[in-house]
């Protein structure tokens, strides 16, 4: 081959050659491979034929190890982004998964960033809304994106004169902060006392067509007591949730003190403690303070004078004849059940009272 490939050369280049031979072969020994096998029992399968649930739990458990055993160097971070961690897992596994990634991202140690997009309230937490960013599309011809933030030092401040630091700390590690993280999902929220309050309205949306509300994307939160309602809509303002707040102003509680028994010192004390409620929620929306305030419906938020079922008693009587039918139908107590209360609502016959309807329609934003 070189003699006759140096003939040809020679013709085009006299005087020049060129030399053929067979190149060394470095031997190496092929690479290790892995398998990957799952165990059930006795039953050994390959990952392909597991659920989608199963492999996605494979992989991000792949993940964490490697980020686990993967340190980051002093000056960099390693950064843990994953796309909908909530796909497939049942709720348990899912919020396992939000515990974990949290534990990871706190330990300064590890020196690990987790970032994930989801639509499962398992992994958002209230007490850390200031982690949060949340996206929003417009519904324009040409959408606009918009992003929305807070931080804990805003909503004090927001706050500031109605709620002290202390206590805003204290509201947050408390039931505020598992009631919000649906919330953060809606595109308006309905701030509430109690679930009593949450099923009533929830009974009253069904009226128009099963699941109305939650259609329109309102949330209604119960928030655990009148004192938590400026945090919660501290915070849902913040991040971006118009929000409307409903609460009892119990111009009714002496009264119903007495009836219980209770000594005077007690009654004073809830009546004082009910009245100083009232002023800071009237004081934190801008209204007149008042000890007891007359029943009212403003731009964001709305009382009434005693409590709800002392006005849904008195304003809508058929209300009070389908709770009562509905305790002899399922031998159960309202009192005991209020998930009851939704029902409830749904059966009463009659014209929802004018003030429940003005108050949906300003939690819709349609009033």
């Known amino acids: 081959m070189t003699t006759k490939l140096n003939a040809v050369v020679n013709s085009y280049s006299p005087g020049r050659a060129v030399a053929v031979s067979p190149a060394n072969i470095e031997l190496k020994a092929p690479k290790t491979t892995f398998e990957v096998a799952v165990l059930d029992g006795s039953t050994q399968t390959s990952v392909e034929r597991q659920g989608h649930g199963f492999q996605r739990t494979l992989l991000i458990s792949a993940l964490q190890l490697l980020a686990q055993a993967g340190a980051a160097s002093e000056v960099g971070v390693i950064c843990l982004a994953i796309e909908e961690p909530e796909l497939f897992q049942h709720p348990i596994q899912a919020q396992t998964f939000a515990k974990v990634l949290r534990s990871l991202a706190e330990d300064a140690g590890k020196r690990i960033q987790v970032t994930y997009a989801t639509h499962s309230p398992y992994f958002l937490e209230a007490r850390y809304f200031n982690q949060v960013r949340r996206l929003t599309r417009s519904a324009e011809d040409t959408p606009v994106v918009s992003i929305y933030s807070a931080t804990v030092e805003h909503v004090k401040e927001k706050l500031d004169g109605v709620v002290s630091a202390e206590t805003v700390e204290r509201q947050l590690d408390g039931i505020i902060a598992s009631q919000l993280s649906v919330a953060l999902f809606a595109h308006r929220a309905l701030l509430v006392e109690g679930t009593t309050e949450a ?169």
């Open 199 to 367: 099923s009533v309205f929830h009974g009253i949306g069904d009226k128009s067509a099963p699941g109305a509300l939650e259609a329109a994307g309102i949330a209604i939160v119960p928030v655990g007591g009148k004192t938590s309602i400026p945090l919660a809509h501290a915070i849902l303002t913040s991040i971006g949730i118009p929000s409307y707040a409903l609460f009892d102003a119990d111009a009714g509680c002496e009264a119903r003190a007495k009836e219980k028994g209770k000594k005077q010192e007690k009654i004073d004390e809830e009546r004082n403690n009910n009245a100083k409620q009232n002023r800071a929620i009237l004081r934190y929306f801008g209204l007149e303070e008042a000890d007891f305030p007359p029943a009212i419906v403003s731009d964001q938020v709305a009382n009434f004078e005693d409590h709800l079922e002392e006005f849904l008693i008195t304003n809508w009587p058929e209300w009070d004849s389908a709770c009562k039918e509905v305790e002899a139908a399922a031998g159960i107590d309202l009192a005991k059940n209020q998930l009851a209360y939704r029902t409830a609502t749904l059966k009463a016959a009659g014209n929802v009272p004018v003030m429940l309807a003005q108050i949906m329609s300003k939690a819709m934003g349609s009033y």
